[in-house]
């Protein structure tokens, strides 16, 4: 049973950055890992995704600011997030597809573990 614990969450202002991270347990092997997003009263989206070749596709509204990287290290996924708006505060949850291929931030229902979770906060 894998499991995802995120890291890294917090308060900012605008313009400021945060790198999150992603632990992962009971794993053979890592196919597709993603980043999603909830903010409050909305529904959870997608912000990023990167396959196991290292491909990385990201939400339009993240493109050239937010970076998703990962390794095969304990933590194997991070997402760093830089000057940040206060419509990127949520709740943001890492997430693993346990089959290889093409994937993407609106292919959420595809994936089958998720984290708890954790709380960015962005303010004006």
């Known amino acids: 049973q894998v499991q995802l614990v995120e890291s890294g969450g917090g308060s900012v202002q605008a313009g400021e950055s945060l790198r999150l991270s992603c632990a992962a347990s009971g794993y053979t092997r890592l196919w597709c890992m993603g980043w999603f997003r909830q903010a409050p009263g909305e529904e959870r989206g997608g912000v990023a995704t990167?396959?196991?070749?290292?491909?990385?596709r990201y939400e339009d509204s993240v493109k050239g600011r937010f970076t998703i990287s990962r390794d095969s290290a304990e933590n194997p996924l991070y997402l760093q997030m830089n000057s940040l708006k206060p419509e990127d505060s949520g709740i943001y949850y890492c997430a693993h597809r346990p089959w290889p291929g093409y994937c993407s931030p609106d292919q959420d229902r595809e994936f089958s573990y998720w984290g708890q979770g954790i709380q960015v906060t962005v303010s004006s």
């Open positions: 990167v396959d196991s070749d290292g491909m990385a």
